[in-house]
């Protein structure tokens, strides 16, 4: 209580540098209520405060060239599932199949001159460093071979796993952009929730700890998901950090980007 609302203790007659003061003395006495509270109260807030994740995809690809290509075969569409092996792109590699013929004849015809050197030294009708010469750029040849060979086979590209188109940026006949994707996939029967926690609820939790994670947009269809990493870094800012946990029983609508909130369970640190 200030001075102001304790009449038996005010003075009959107050200055108005006294009244300054007896202001400054309310404020500072409030301010020192606050920072009691804050104290006794700031870290069991924090610790209510739900746990927030989003569901993410544990293996995802953007697939591009190194090159400009025409794009020839592109069968999914977005959202449609494929098995791993599946042509996902099919390119028009006229150029590059005609420019592996011609290598593999350049090959033919240095193995040739390389084992003519060769025959021509033994009867030492040859110098020696025509030799290495020859068995140099047979080396060369075969250098440039499996160059184009490489090349040719980005002609297709096969999915790494099961899973569904996310986004297509390119149609057939179109060419695509050297180094920007053309293609984004997602596996979509492998999930993980990625979570931020607070630095104090970080020292709690480790991996192996279960987690119900409810769905904002489905809540009653719960989550059930063991975390499998915990952050070793903590953002000295907002004083938070990552935790990761690997999706084991959810429901068959779950796709990846779905938010929801977190609870853990289980023993903790």
Excluded at 81 to 90: C, H, S, T
Excluded at 236 to 242: L, R
Aim: charged share 25%; with cysteine.
């Amino acid at each position: 209580m200030c001075a102001d609302e304790m009449p038996l203790l005010r003075p009959a007659r107050r200055t108005r540098a006294g009244s300054q003061r007896s202001s400054a003395v309310c404020v500072a006495i409030a301010w020192t209520l606050v920072a009691a509270l804050a104290v006794s109260g700031g870290a069991a807030l924090a610790d209510d405060l739900p746990v927030r994740g989003v569901v993410k995809a544990v293996n995802k690809a953007a697939l591009s060239t190194d090159i400009a290509m025409r794009v020839l075969r592109l069968p999914y569409r977005e959202g449609q599932r494929f098995k791993a092996g599946d042509v996902l792109a099919a390119f028009d590699c006229r150029r590059q199949e005609a420019e592996l013929e011609a290598a593999r004849g350049a090959l033919r015809e240095a193995e040739l001159n390389a084992a003519s050197s060769l025959s021509l030294d033994r009867r030492k009708a040859i110098g020696r460093f025509d030799v290495e010469i020859a068995q140099a750029r047979l080396d060369r040849v075969r250098g440039e071979l499996k160059g184009l060979e490489a090349r040719v086979d980005d002609c297709t590209i096969a999915a790494p796993f099961n899973g569904r188109v996310a986004e297509r940026a390119v149609q057939v006949r179109e060419f695509t952009t050297a180094q920007r994707p053309f293609l984004g996939i997602i596996e979509d029967d492998n999930y993980e929730i990625e979570l931020i926690v607070s630095s104090a609820a970080m020292t709690r939790i480790s991996v192996g700890q279960p987690i119900m994670f409810r769905l904002d947009d489905m809540p009653d269809a719960p989550v059930h998901a063991v975390v499998t990493l915990v952050a070793a870094v903590v953002d000295p800012i907002s004083k938070t950090g990552k935790i990761v946990a690997a999706v084991r029983a959810s429901p068959p609508e779950l796709v990846a980007g779905m938010s929801g909130t977190a609870s853990f369970g289980g023993s903790q640190k």
